[in-house]
């Protein structure tokens, strides 16, 4: 009783989140009916015959939840379906002249060499991430057609037939898709990006706060919630590779037009990806100092260096949100630049405080930060060690002669702790 | 002509590279050849009849590259199926209890409301995962079912053979796939988790010789082969998941039990990820030092840091490298804490000479470490507003009302430069 609330809250909650899937869902209810009236009323019936059950079938394998999905879908399969009934057309004429005995040999050899060069043209990148589908129903109606044909009398009929149907149900689905509450990948990618963008900044305002703010002291990053959100950045590469795939296939539509430079919101998401990387590196970095409860002796020159981090940290943000903001608006402002120009300023600040310290601060300095990185990249094999270890006790890895015969049942688990 | 020998080298390639590929698309072949064979064959055909190509179509459509996807298809199509189908038949008996008129209103209603739910049930998380392919093939089955139920007098039978063919189909591919040079889903997983980990040990061994080695001056990472490897491992997180959830429909192969912890190679991934981000930051870095080209006048230290950073980059490739033969010979060692603990050491050697050189200095390199990175954050932001700055030229975002007027068709660019 307990798991089905709880279940009922989490579809609640799937719902709210976005409620145009509520209206996908409905969409694609309304898309299957609209196309079953073909079955239900006599005169549509009779033109196409039991064959309208491949409109129903494009319907339900075609419709996705964005319109470009939908086109790619669509397109993909109904020219898949015509260039392979032609080829299966060909191929039935040509079996033909083998004979009685050697037409479904003939036929089999077709069938067999055509999709095995059909499947392999998958393995291409290219192909793989434009005509996927297509290549699966160019050797599904090849197959059909070039199978069929050695039972079916009327082929031609039979191909006009599945061509029709495939164009009614493609029709359907696209016109529910575009018109009635459309999704478009091509939107969806736009604020995914500006949304990355924001939630580096947000993370970074938090961080800013908690860490090189007045109470910095206290600042503990572990189990803030806003820790989390730039996490999901790092692995945002599939969702838009696959957004933008999508966005190619869209018409214009708002403020997109047809030939919108998809490309460059993939290259907006690799140097925001790599942004996170750093964000990463320097919140490991300050979660393992936190740690190590460092005492200060010299709080002067601290007090320098972190105020001139906090404002380098607050800058990179506002330019962050500023940049999320003039893509979610589509509206340059030239602010994000002065932001970075005075978070480099506070940079060359840094730099500055040293030689006045000491002349050969700076090498130290550089070293340090060097040793510093590597130091953190060694704490990273720690987790990786122990990961390897625990899968090699679950399935029971080989284990070197001296341990076994001690009886050891899991190996020493080593912990290496940096201070 | 030229393009032609380009593809065809291309394609050599593809083949070469995974000579698997070949296979499967020969597999793919013969498996759709055997299933027409009960087309060509008659008292195979009289049994069937023409659903027959409904075997045709679920070879083409559930023959995966891997085991465990062929196997997640196939049982996916199987039991939806069989579920739909018994609800169609219920569907249909309680839509004619609603008269001539309100039997297909009855219908159209059942399949609206179906397929909207099933719809749905696709944006739960962990549906998506496992059960998208048959939630598609739920709504297909249930609609044909419940709509030629309206035209169709012997349901049973059509249900029967759509059925049966489904299982004809799935079978032929579940053998051609697990028979005949099986690729298995955990096994690619299992091999792609230990050369992600070799992929990072390659890099460090190659960055400790470049920069950190006895011909640290010169060393440019600029352009050279072994830089571009790592940053694939960043990205592996999407293959990763899809092979895990293929692995675990698979049953007991070679090393590999039935309920092998494929969760645990997630984990290794993340930890793994977590790692090249680290590696990243670090490059990053070293990458920016070169270019500024800094003086060195404290010869000694420096030389005492570089030799530490060059072992402990040593120590960390040698023990991910450790960690992937591990894996790969499913041979635990303890080799890779050791050369962790001697990476360790020689960090706490690199803290070590710092109080030696002055008191505060400790305070100083912590500042200075903090700095950095966060400088380094700084400078990510660039390409950034690079990036968004050339889309709000290709798209025309709205510009400020001054710079408009003064005809200023692209906005001042701007390059901060720390040094």
Not at 23 to 37: D, E, M, P, R, Y
Not at 170 to 186: D, K
Request: one cysteine or more; a neutral charge.
């Amino acid at each position: 009783m307990q798991k089905l609330e709880e279940l009922a809250l989490k579809i609640r909650k799937i719902g709210k989140d976005d409620p145009r899937r509520v209206f996908h869902s409905l969409k694609v209810g309304l898309a299957l009916t609209l196309v079953s009236i073909f079955y239900y009323v006599n005169p549509l019936f009779h033109g196409l015959g039991t064959s309208t059950m491949w409109a129903v079938l494009t319907v339900v394998v075609v419709m996705e939840y964005t319109v470009g999905g939908t086109l790619s879908k669509g397109l993909n399969r109904a020219f898949a379906t015509l260039l392979a009934g032609a080829l299966g057309l060909g191929a039935n004429h040509l079996a033909a002249l083998g004979g009685d005995k050697g037409e479904p040999i003939l036929l089999g050899v077709f069938v067999f060499m055509l999709a095995a060069m059909a499947t392999f043209s998958r393995f291409v990148p290219e192909m793989k991430a434009r005509y996927d589908y297509g290549v699966t129903i160019f050797i599904l109606t090849f197959s059909l057609v070039a199978v069929s044909s050695y039972r079916e009398e009327e082929l031609i009929k039979l191909a006009y037939r599945r061509l029709s149907t495939v164009a009614i149900g493609v029709t359907t689905c696209l016109c529910t898709s575009m018109f009635v509450f459309p999704v478009w990948a091509g939107e969806d990618l736009h604020m995914l990006v500006a949304a990355n963008l924001d939630k580096l900044a947000c993370f970074l305002e938090g961080m800013g706060v908690e860490c090189f703010g007045e109470k910095m002291e206290s600042g503990s990053l572990e189990g803030k919630s806003f820790l989390q959100s730039y996490k999901t950045v790092l692995n945002s590469k599939a969702t838009e590779d696959s957004l933008a795939n999508f966005a190619r296939w869209e018409p214009g539509h708002g403020h997109f037009g047809f030939r919108h430079p998809w490309n460059l919101y993939l290259k907006i998401g690799a140097v925001t990806r790599h942004c996170a990387c750093s964000i990463e590196a320097l919140n490991t970095y300050i979660s393992t100092l936190e740690q190590s409860h460092q005492t200060t002796t010299d709080l002067e020159f601290k007090q320098m260096v972190q105020a001139a981090c906090a404002e380098m940290i607050k800058e990179t943000s506002k330019a962050l949100a500023e940049l999320a903001s003039s893509i979610r608006g589509m509206k340059w402002s030239s602010t994000a630049g002065k932001h970075l120009a005075m978070a480099t300023e506070a940079a060359n600040r840094v730099k500055a405080l040293v030689p006045a310290k000491n002349s050969t601060l700076l090498d130290v300095l550089i070293s340090a930060t060097t040793a510093s990185l590597v130091t953190e990249l060694v704490r990273c094999i720690n987790p990786i060690i122990t990961a390897v270890e625990e899968l090699s006790r679950l399935v029971e890895f080989k284990r070197p002669e001296h341990s076994r015969k001690a009886g050891a049942e899991s190996p020493p688990h080593v912990v290496i702790a940096i201070d």
